[in-house]
T-cell receptor
Framework: NAGVTQTPKFQVLKTGQSMTLQCAQD?????MSWYRQDPGMGLRLIHY???????DQGEVPNGYNVSRSTTEDFPLRLLSAAPSQTSVYFC?????????????????FGDGTRLSIL | DAKTTQPTSMDCAEGRAANLPCNHS???????VYWYRQIHSQGPQYIIH???NNETNEMASLIITEDRKSSTLILPHATLRDTAVYYC???????????????FGQGTILTVHP
């Protein structure tokens, strides 16, 4: 039972380079999201998706793109890396339960990608 | 989402109960209280959540005051492996195209010592 899998675990980039952080979940969860965590701070939401083909911005979306072509995958793209994007990135997923109260299901997190940009 | 206030750090002796408080005085009627923890270098781990009733699972108990303005997470028999940052979060239930996002604050650093 893999849960939420993030790759790579570590990455070093040069300023201006692009890369894609991968996130995959095998729990058939509708909701997926990306957070970043900077030293001494809590997690901040970058982008999220409520289902395949649907994405929206979180609180710190600038410099990042996402797409959701399948339920399982939710990649995060850095188009032109900047040193300010040095951080630990976490992907999370949760199920969507149909009902009058919506979904209060907890989110499951991956183990993170540690990204350094020089 | 309502803002939460937690102590910056707490200590607990191994084998004793750890009681972590959280204030959420502006919580709305449709907001749940969630607790997550983050052990060093790992992703956040879900612990427990509740709306207005006390909850218990294999990891912890959650006590929510009657006015819902504060709550306490209880780890009944803390171990060294419970040393982590504990986050109290209030979150609107997700529904339709509304994503019930989590807003993480600074959390409480719990240190369990021998």
């Amino acid at each position: 039972n893999a849960g939420v899998t993030q790759t790579p675990k570590f990455q070093v980039l040069k300023t201006g380079q692009s890369m894609t952080l991968q996130c995959a979940q095998d729990m058939n969860h509708e909701y997926m999201s990306w957070y970043r965590q900077d030293p001494g701070m809590g997690l901040r939401l970058i982008h999220y998706s409520v289902g395949a083909g649907i994405t929206d911005q979180g609180e710190v979306p600038n410099g990042y793109n996402v797409s959701r072509s399948t339920t399982e995958d939710f990649p995060l793209r850095l188009l032109s890396a900047a040193p300010s994007q040095t951080s630990v990135y976490f992907c999370a997923s949760s199920p969507r339960v149909t009902g009058t109260l919506g979904s209060n299901q907890p989110q499951h997190f991956g183990d993170g990608t540690r990204l350094s940009i020089l | 989402d309502a803002k939460t206030t937690q102590p910056t750090s707490m200590d607990c002796a191994e084998g004793r109960a750890a009681n972590l408080p959280c204030n959420h005085s502006t919580i709305s009627g449709n907001e749940y209280v969630y607790w997550y923890r983050q052990i060093h270098s790992q992703g956040p781990q879900y612990i427990i959540h509740g709306l207005k009733n006390n909850e218990t699972n294999e990891m912890a108990s959650l006590i929510i005051t009657e006015d819902r303005k504060s709550s306490t997470l209880i780890l009944p028999h803390a171990t060294l492996r419970d040393t982590a940052v504990y986050y109290c979060i209030v979150r609107v239930s997700a529904g339709g195209t509304s994503y019930g996002k989590l807003t993480f604050g600074q959390g409480t650093i719990l240190t369990v010592h021998p």
